[in-house]
């Protein structure tokens, strides 16, 4: 029933949209539906030489994967131990603070020069969006495991291997999800950024920035709706897991 | 209406139009205070747009009156109905002053040319070859730079669906596709170096430079180049061992690189040179390889951005060995001690000034009686114009003040 009732917005959205559309008058402002939708349609079907929807989806796919894991490999680690040990936190915390608020397009520059022009450029822009998020959620996740559980495995005579492994981990399993999460949507955003770099010819953001300097709205339209449905869809998959296996949280409260 | 407007408003947020708006008109400015007549009627307002491809959606919802942009967006304006060429950049004001104005040229890291000056020219023949090949046959190339740019597709702008093969077609005889550094390309060039002293964008190596002309040029591989095509015959140079990465730009100026690559049997055959593509099913090859007299020599990455700057960083830190550019970003370049070097002309000339569809305008004489009519109606013109110090900005100012008028820059 939920999900039914999210459906009504989105709906009413694209009713309000055709009819604002009818009422502007000017496709320059916004351009009815029936110039976006035969881009959507036909998914297989080239866009200005640069690819079909399809193939462009997957790359960028391909690169946000690739970025968000390299992200959730360094930050998943780094902030068990510095949840875990003070004196990690003190070492990182000054740090990752000051580099956090930069915004990753403030990094193009900088990724091109350092990392040359390729695949690895826009990892790591993508790998800058979410390796916070999930860092943070991390570290608060480590911490907010019960002392008692951590006490009491201590005095079963659990090594700390252990505690982490099977206390610590688990226990914290439940937030570091959500970091995952949050850092997936953000990774999903930073897509456009790093596909400004020179180089790609392909991916949704390329897409986006090329009709931009084209001037083609209806296909900027349609990469937008097209990054914000894989979003949803995966964001649902992160939201299925969570049930599944992390639903104890909520009895845990 | 109050609704419309909501909902309006609503909408530029949605399509990513970047809205540049025209309120708290400030610091005037004039291209070289020298000349500046005190008999100014009245501010036209500048706008500065992030990149040209936005501008005639800018025109379609009033927020500008006109704009003065690079191929194919002039004839875009035109072809969507809601603009009509003022007036070409060949007949801006003052009379003859922009008759040949440089727009794009082909620049080369310097230890790049002195390790490999053989390969260099050689590539450079292979310019000079497709540049005359795209004069020849303008409408095969028209049709392979439509299909390179935009896969032959129809552009759509508001309610109007244009053939880009058309839009093409009809932008290729305003550009002037030429390689030759001849004199009045170079004194363009060099009052438009004097011009951005004048705005402040570039005060290091180039402006400080006794000979500016040692410093930005160095025409051997044109003289090469030329020297090959004439003899219709070239020696095999020793292959290079890394590969070569040349930048370039999603845009019309460029196209002899997309004649070259595409058309790449031909120039085999003919002159011995070519890149052919590494594969041939690609609608935009990214790697080729170069081969003379049909040997392998290098393996050539094509590196597209959409922007000259980019372009430029990539060569300062030779992620790029060589490259198609405008004529702004590699002079900034140079001036700021990226080891590169101007070696010839890409293009020249292919810019215009638009103006809304139905204005009093057919010359420049008409806009400049248009913008002072509205000046002294209290609502002064808003033109848009690339970044500031790019080659359209300039020629705008100038001509803006050889009339005797004003221009203020829109601040947002």
Avoid at chain 2, 114 to 141: C, G, K, M, R
Wanted: charged share 15%; glycine share 8%; proline share 7%.
């Amino acid at each position: 029933m939920t999900r039914r009732l999210g459906l009504v917005l989105p709906i009413l959205l694209i009713i309000g949209w055709e009819v604002a559309a009818i009422i502007v008058n000017n496709p320059f402002f916004l351009p009815k539906l029936e110039t976006v939708i035969p881009v959507l349609i036909s998914p297989f079907s080239d866009i200005l030489g640069t690819g079909s929807l399809v193939q462009n989806a997957l790359v960028s796919i391909e690169r946000v994967v690739l970025g968000f894991a390299l992200a959730a490999a360094v930050a998943i680690p780094l902030g068990i131990g510095m949840g875990r040990f003070a004196v990690l936190n003190d070492f990182f915390d000054t740090t990752i603070e000051l580099l956090r608020p930069v915004p990753p397009l403030a990094w193009v520059p900088l990724a091109l020069a350092w990392f040359k022009i390729g695949i690895v450029s826009i990892v790591f822009i993508i790998f800058i969006g979410a390796v916070f998020p999930i860092l943070l959620n991390t570290v608060d996740g480590v911490r907010g495991v019960k002392n008692t559980w951590i006490e009491v495995s201590t005095t079963l005579g659990a090594k700390e291997r252990q505690i982490l492994t099977k206390v610590v981990l688990p226990g914290a399993a439940p937030t570091i999800w959500t970091g995952l999460r949050v850092g997936f949507g953000i990774s999903w955003m930073c897509v456009v950024a790093a596909e400004i770099l020179p180089g790609p010819t392909s991916g949704l953001g390329y897409l986006i920035m090329y009709a931009y300097n084209l001037g083609q709205i209806n296909v900027i339209i349609a990469g937008i709706i097209v990054i914000g449905l894989i979003g949803l869809v995966i964001d649902q998959g992160f939201r299925a897991v969570e049930k599944r296996w992390f639903g104890w949280r909520g009895l845990e409260r | 209406m109050k609704p419309v407007k909501i909902a309006a408003t609503a909408c530029i947020a949605l399509a990513l139009v970047i809205v540049l708006f025209t309120t708290g008109c400030t610091q005037p400015s004039s291209p070289s205070a020298s000349t500046a007549t005190p008999s100014a009627k009245g501010p036209v307002g500048s706008v500065e747009a992030a990149g040209v491809g936005p501008m005639p959606s800018l025109l379609a919802t009033g927020q500008v009156d006109g704009y003065i942009s690079w191929q194919p967006v002039v004839e875009a304006g035109v072809e969507s109905n809601v603009g009509q060429v003022a007036v070409y950049s060949k007949d801006l004001p003052p009379a003859g002053e922009w008759s040949n104005h440089p727009q794009n040229v082909f620049v080369v890291r310097k230890d790049f040319y002195s390790q490999n000056p053989d390969f260099v020219n050689d590539f450079s023949a292979l310019n000079l070859a497709a540049t005359q090949y795209i004069n020849d046959h303008p409408q095969e190339s028209a049709g392979i730079v439509a299909d390179w740019l935009a896969g032959k597709q129809n552009f759509t702008y508001g309610n109007v669906s244009v053939s880009s093969v058309t839009a093409v077609n009809n932008a290729l005889p305003t550009i002037e596709f030429t390689n030759d550094p001849s004199d009045s390309w170079k004194s363009s060039t060099s009052d438009f170096v004097q011009a951005l002293i004048g705005i402040g964008t570039i005060n290091g190596f180039v402006k400080n430079s006794s000979d500016r002309d040692a410093v930005l040029y160095n025409f051997q591989p044109y003289q090469s180049a030329a020297a090959i095509i004439a003899a219709k015959s070239v020696t095999t140079p020793a292959p290079l061992q890394n590969t070569v990465n040349v930048g370039y730009l999603m845009a019309v100026d460029h196209s002899a690189l997309f004649v070259a690559v595409k058309d790449w049997q031909y120039f085999n055959d003919t002159y011995g040179i070519a890149l052919k593509p590494e594969d041939l099913s690609k609608a935009k090859p990214d790697v080729a390889d170069f081969l003379v007299n049909g040997q392998k020599i290098a393996t050539v990455n094509l590196v597209p951005a959409n922007a000259g700057p980019n372009l430029m960083q990539l060569a300062a830190t030779n992620s790029l060995q060589m490259s198609y550019v405008g004529v702004p970003p590699a002079i900034s370049a140079i001036d700021m001690g990226t080891p590169i070097t101007i070696a010839y002309p890409i293009d020249n000339l292919g810019s215009g000034l638009v103006v809304a569809k139905g204005a009093p305008v057919q010359d420049w004489q008409s806009f400049a009686a248009w913008a002072k009519e509205r000046s002294d109606a209290g609502k002064p013109l808003v033109i848009a114009a690339p970044g500031k110090g790019s080659i359209q900005d300039v020629m705008l100012r100038y001509a803006l003040q050889n009339s005797g008028i004003a221009i203020t820059e829109v601040k947002v």
